[in-house]
């Protein structure tokens, strides 16, 4: 049975590409094409269960939603999903908040195709995500570097913020996780109810979710409460 693949790149050549490489290949099934981490968690919303992707990989600098919130999102709401990331960005901090936001490998796309699909195809049989050599290289400078650096959950002051959110939005987050309504949100901050509704809304639009639920599973997930 084939390997389900999305592809995620803002070039449409580099999307064409890697597909007809992959389908060469003979053990992979593209089921998805998406020009950013926007539009990838839009077409996933439209996908039955049975037709997600078994693999995404997954490029970092895009525009509307880059790559490391793309993956944070999609890593907690298809927890089945594997999310490769492959880019031409090899520095530590793209890595470090890459690993953090939920990536399962790290591929440069210098990469040759026989490799990229050598990889995965370990990957899927072995569940060990892939590494580029040169990437492998770069975290364990990372972690010589920083003895006491860790990859799961930290300090609240340590964690990327994968999503951007303002510092007012972050105040509606803790609200929320502790069960309070549009009323009662705003009453804590002073502000309308329509207003208290509306950063809910921008929140939900940021994280990339429909629920108060999927948002603190995905905060909590991610550290970030």
Not at 17 to 43: E, N, P
Not at 95 to 124: H, P, R, T
Not at 140 to 159: C, H, Y
Request: proline letters at 5%; hydrophobic letters at 45%; one cysteine or more.
């Amino acid at each position: 049975m084939p390997i389900s693949v999305a592809i995620v790149d803002d070039k449409p050549s580099n999307r064409q590409i890697l597909k007809d490489k992959l389908l060469r290949h003979g053990h992979f099934s593209i089921v998805m094409a998406a020009s950013d981490g926007k539009d990838f968690l839009l077409q996933m919303q439209g996908l039955p269960e049975a037709a997600l992707p078994d693999v995404v990989l997954m490029d970092l600098e895009m525009p509307n939603m880059d790559g490391v919130a793309a993956i944070a999102s999609g890593s907690s709401l298809y927890p089945a999903c594997k999310f490769v990331v492959l880019t031409i960005f090899d520095d530590e901090d793209k890595i470090f908040k890459a690993i953090k936001a939920g990536a399962s490998g790290y591929l440069l796309k210098d990469e040759s195709a026989a490799n990229i699909a050598d990889v995965l195809w370990q990957m899927y049989e072995s569940g060990v995500g892939p590494v580029s050599p040169g990437i492998a290289f770069k975290i364990l400078q990372l972690v010589q570097k920083n003895p006491d650096i860790s990859f799961g959950k930290q300090k609240p002051e340590t964690v990327p913020d994968f999503f951007q959110l303002s510092q007012r939005e972050k105040e509606i987050l803790q609200l929320l996780a502790k069960g309070l309504g549009y009323k009662e949100i705003g009453e804590q901050l002073h502000i309308s109810v329509n207003t208290a509704k509306k950063h809910v809304i921008n929140v939900y639009q940021k994280l990339h979710v429909n629920s108060r639920a999927q948002a603190l599973r995905l905060v909590y997930e991610k550290g970030m409460l």
